[in-house]
């Protein structure tokens, strides 16, 4: 069966990788050169840790506090748009416990798969700087350190191994690096990666195996009552059996070029990488309170966080970025203002979907339509399970249409 996958992130390159290793004939289109999405620049974390959707209880209160600080980790820009304010109203709606209860056990799951499918691939032979050194939720404060020791407790509760580490046991795992910290909670299972060495590697691992269309952007679909049969572009029509929409945040605009509606919103997000960091961190944290990433990708370290809603658009907000690099500099005071001010950031848009959890599934009535996005804070850690999953419900689709 010839498949069109459109958006080359890592939603996109996975689900082709998946497809071509089940014998499809793939052609995968991005309308860059599979460097402009979020897949690129993220903080290159895995973490099987990070299994409770974001649409839960505190984050409506927490949100509400931040919302009209352009300086805070969380920030809404209020605006009328109706696709928005739908978006809300789902996200408000699922918002519970019992949502949180239900989706926990799906999440975790499809985190660990994950996991273990990233280390066959670095046993394989690819490419990626996969660390396995785990992560720490690092905290400043006795309170938070309270709060992630119970999570803690949760997560073993569902077989995900965790430590309680004082001050001075994360300067044992990260020699040389000062810290101003009570505590934290180190999750042993959690990796992390190089992101762009993964999307070299499995953009060079399709080619000559898959189609590969850079530079192309998909404007629209003929229809034909429940079937896509051809993708419009300026460059001419790319017809397929069937078609997957993996354009990360730009996702539920495809959706609509196929007359359905998909709810992803854009959650956008800034990163500085310094160079040569000098000291170097050995194992990436999470700066709790400040909800800051630190990640150590070989000589480089990256810096980033914040989760703005306010759009697509390109306008870095100097007081987001300013916000990281004080976090930093509170916590971490080596790689403080001086070493980063220089620095350009880089931003990139979460596909949030409003349950938290990633969409996988057939596209509205569409027979021959799928969608693989949503992942919002998790799509590095999600890619290789949900590109595997979607081949799978492909062909139990493809058979159950026949
Ligand atoms: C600051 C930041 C830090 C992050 N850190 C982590 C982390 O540590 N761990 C983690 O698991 N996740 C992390 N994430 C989230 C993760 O990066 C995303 O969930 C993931 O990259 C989404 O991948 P994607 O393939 O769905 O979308 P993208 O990477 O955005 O790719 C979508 C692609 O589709 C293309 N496209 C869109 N429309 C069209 C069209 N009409 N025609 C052709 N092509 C089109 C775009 O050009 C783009 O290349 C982070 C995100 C941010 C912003």
């Known amino acids: 069966m010839r498949v069109c996958v459109i958006g080359g992130g890592v939603i996109g390159l996975f689900s082709a990788w998946y497809l071509v ?5 793939v052609c995968l289109v991005d309308r860059n050169n599979f460097n402009e999405g979020a ?23 927490q949100s509400l506090k931040w919302m009209f600080d352009s300086g805070s980790p969380f920030y809404i820009k209020p605006r009328f748009d109706p696709d928005f304010i739908r978006w809300g109203l789902q996200f408000f709606r699922k918002a519970n416990r019992r949502h949180v209860k239900a989706s926990i056990g799906p999440l975790s799951a499809l985190l660990q798969w994950s996991s273990s499918l990233y280390r066959d691939l670095a046993e394989e032979g690819m490419d990626l700087s996969l660390s396995q050194r785990g992560i720490i939720m690092a905290c400043k404060g006795q309170h938070t350190l309270d709060e992630e020791s119970h999570i803690a407790g949760q997560a073993a509760g569902i077989g995900i191994r965790t430590r309680i580490l004082s001050s001075g046991e994360i300067h044992d795992l990260n020699p040389g ?24 590697s499995l953009k060079a691992d399709l080619s000559g195996k898959a189609e590969m269309l850079s530079g192309i952007e998909v404007t629209g679909f003929h229809r034909e009552n429940d079937r896509i049969d051809r993708a419009l572009t300026q460059a001419g029509e790319i017809r397929a059996d069937f078609f997957v929409l993996a354009g990360g945040a730009w996702t539920g605009k495809l959706a609509r070029m196929a007359g359905e509606y998909a709810a992803i919103e854009p959650g956008k997000g800034y990163n500085i990488t310094i160079p040569e960091a000098n000291p170097q961190l050995s194992t990436p944290l999470i700066l709790v309170e400040d909800r800051v990433a630190i990640t150590p990708m070989d000589q480089a370290l990256r810096l980033g966080g ?6 697509i658009n390109d306008l870095v907000l100097t007081r987001r970025v300013t916000g990281i690099l004080r976090a930093i500099e509170s916590c971490l005071p080596d790689f403080g ?28 009535r569409l027979r021959n339509v799928m969608i693989n996005a949503g992942h919002g804070m998790l799509g590095l850690s999600l890619a290789p399970a949900s590109g595997k999953l979607l081949n799978q419900l492909i062909a139990d689709h493809v058979r159950g249409v026949a």
Request: aromatic share 6%.
């Open 21 to 25: 290793r089940s014998g499809h004939e």
């Open 39 to 61: 897949s690129h620049g993220n903080a290159g974390m895995i973490c099987p840790s990070h299994f409770t959707p974001l649409a839960a209880p505190g984050v409506i209160r």
């Open 177 to 200: 690096v000062r810290f101003k910290l009570t505590g934290g909670v180190h999750y042993l299972d959690d990796m992390h990666l190089v992101p762009e060495k993964l999307i070299t």
């Open 306 to 311: 914040t989760m703005e809603l306010s759009g």
């Open 337 to 364: 203002m001086d070493q980063t001010s220089v620095l350009k950031p880089w931003f990139g848009f979460r596909p949030l979907s409003p349950t938290g959890l990633p969409v996988i599934a057939p596209l509205g």
